[in-house]
């Protein structure tokens, strides 16, 4: 008998399991375009990082750890990063255990983790004493940040960014005689490819078209928030989080052929092994799962909708924070300011690393040194952000239900979809109010 798509399978698939005193001197001016000379300290300075990101040790060394530690060895200054891990001791047993937490980086989207154990602090003055010109950086990215603050305050300085692109497999595409995306398309042009391409191939089926629904809803291009501002309730039943729904998720599900093959495998397809011909997804997958390694894809800018042509996702950068119980808060700023240099982010960029600063030679430096370097990588840029809007530190708590809406609107429909997310989101805010 034929099986449905069930909303926790959806919502778990499509995830795709994928910040005392201050001790020192303020070093002297400098702007973005500058690298950081940092000072000579008589003592030695060992700075502590986490994050919930998941990033590993080796991912954050070969992305920042290693680059920190070459510029400061002279200066007396080391950064350590200490993963966090579902198996590992977590933020609340460090702190129990005396750990000095000193920094803490992540993504908007968990941001709120600084403020659940009291981490966070406005950084606005320590950006102010060590001079960093914030005009140099992407618009969207502050905006973002003081975003995930729910107001003016800035708990973290923006060291890369990111946004949604959609990867093809080229493999796919050849097999079927089928054209590769183009560098714009709507929503509806992309239907179409993704109908041309959910088919079989003897007992293999294809999909044509699949996303993370987490990072999808997160970064919605019509930056619709979680919550209503004004009423701290879930936002979800209105007409622009209905017209999401159906753009970004039910039309190119229906016609990629996602029904067939999750009948067939009781599972979501996977881009990454060559199940699913298109998806939307981070553009910094390649740089986290080596994976990519193993497959001929490309990429170009997400679809946009028909009347906000040429806008995309809305950004989502991550940030670096100095935590308000570090001992060390102006070494740890000299750091965060070292990041954002010209000189660090002209070096990310060639890794492939989004950059935050708005600067046409950081930009066209973008993966030149990246093993993918000869893909389509500028897509990146193509698209304009969408801007960014409210954040709750309740988001995480209801992303769930916004996930499952997908999986109810699919086997039943879009009305019953909404307004079963709204009432499961706004029950879990009553409990968490009553705690």
């Given at each position: 008998m034929s099986?449905?798509i ?12 994928v ?7 303020p070093?002297?001016?400098a702007?973005?375009?500058e690298?950081a000379?940092?000072e000579?300290r ?7 990082i986490v ?5 590993s040790?080796?991912?954050f ?6 680059m920190?530690?070459?510029k ?5 200054i080391?950064v350590t990063?200490?993963p ?11 702190i129990?255990?005396g750990q ?5 980086f992540?993504?908007?989207g968990?941001f709120p ?5 009291n981490?966070q ?6 950006v102010?004493?060590h001079?960093?010109?914030?005009s140099?950086?992407e618009?969207?990215t502050l905006?973002?940040?003081h975003a995930?603050s729910?107001?003016e305050e800035?708990w ?9 692109v959609l990867?093809y497999?080229k493999?796919?595409?050849?097999k ?5 995306p183009?560098e ?9 490819l993704a ?11 294809y999909v ?15 930056s619709?928030?979680?919550?209503n501002?004004d009423t701290q ?5 209105g007409d622009?989080w ?6 970004a998720?039910?039309?190119p599900y229906?016609?990629?052929?996602l029904?067939s093959?999750t009948?067939k ?8 092994t060559?199940?699913a ?8 997958a ?5 994976e ?11 679809p946009?909708p028909?009347?906000?042509?040429g806008?995309?996702s809305?950004p989502?950068p991550t940030?670096f ?9 102006d070494?740890?700023?000299?750091v965060i300011?070292?990041?954002v240099?010209?000189?660090?982010q ?5 890794k492939?690393i989004?950059?935050?600063?708005n600067?046409?030679a950081?930009?066209?430096?973008f993966?030149?040194e990246?093993?993918f ?12 952000f ?9 988001d995480s ?9 997908v ?6 429909d879009i009305?019953?979809a909404l307004r079963q997310?709204e009432e499961?989101?706004n029950q879990?805010?009553?409990?968490e109010?009553?705690?």
């Amino acid at each position: 008998m034929s099986r449905t798509i069930g909303p926790k399978l959806i919502a778990a698939a499509l995830a795709l399991a994928v910040a005392a005193a201050c001790s020192g001197s303020p070093p002297p001016a400098a702007s973005p375009d500058e690298g950081a000379a940092p000072e000579k300290r008589s003592e030695p300075v060992e700075l502590f990082i986490v994050s919930a990101s998941g990033d590993s040790l080796e991912s954050f060394n070969e992305r920042f750890g290693d680059m920190i530690n070459r510029k400061f060895a002279s200066s007396n200054i080391k950064v350590t990063y200490l993963p966090w891990k579902k198996e590992g001791p977590g933020i609340p047993e460090m702190i129990t255990a005396g750990q000095q937490i000193d920094m803490y980086f992540d993504s908007i989207g968990i941001f709120p983790t600084v403020q659940n154990y009291n981490l966070q602090m406005d950084m606005t003055d320590l950006v102010k004493q060590h001079n960093l010109d914030l005009s140099a950086f992407e618009p969207v990215t502050l905006q973002a940040a003081h975003a995930a603050s729910g107001g003016e305050e800035l708990w973290g300085v923006p060291v890369f960014n990111n946004n949604l692109v959609l990867y093809y497999n080229k493999d796919i595409f050849d097999k079927f005689g089928v054209a590769y995306p183009k560098e714009a398309m709507t929503w509806d042009e992309l239907n179409e490819l993704a109908k041309s391409l959910g088919r079989s191939d003897g007992e293999k089926l294809y999909v044509g078209y699949t996303t993370s629904a987490n990072h999808a809803l997160r970064m919605n291009q019509l930056s619709q928030p979680y919550l209503n501002p004004d009423t701290q309730q879930s936002a979800i039943n209105g007409d622009l989080w209905r017209k999401y729904y159906e753009t970004a998720f039910l039309q190119p599900y229906k016609a990629a052929g996602l029904q067939s093959f999750t009948d067939k495998n009781n599972r979501m397809p996977n881009f990454l092994t060559q199940e699913a011909a298109m998806f939307m997804y981070l553009s910094s997958a390649i740089f986290i799962n080596k994976e990519y390694e193993t497959i001929n894809w490309d990429m170009v800018p997400i679809p946009t909708p028909p009347d906000q042509p040429g806008i995309g996702s809305q950004p989502y950068p991550t940030f670096f924070s100095v935590t308000s119980t570090s001992k060390h808060k102006d070494e740890a700023m000299e750091v965060i300011r070292f990041l954002v240099s010209e000189e660090a982010q002209m070096q990310l960029s060639k890794k492939g690393i989004m950059p935050v600063l708005n600067s046409p030679a950081v930009k066209e430096a973008f993966g030149q040194e990246s093993k993918f370097k000869d893909r389509n990588l500028k897509a990146v840029f193509v698209n304009q952000f969408a801007p960014v809007p409210y954040k709750s530190r309740y988001d995480s708590l209801v992303e769930r239900t916004y996930n499952e809406a997908v999986g109810v609107a699919l086997n039943q429909d879009i009305n019953t979809a909404l307004r079963q997310a709204e009432e499961k989101a706004n029950q879990i805010l009553t409990t968490e109010a009553n705690k």
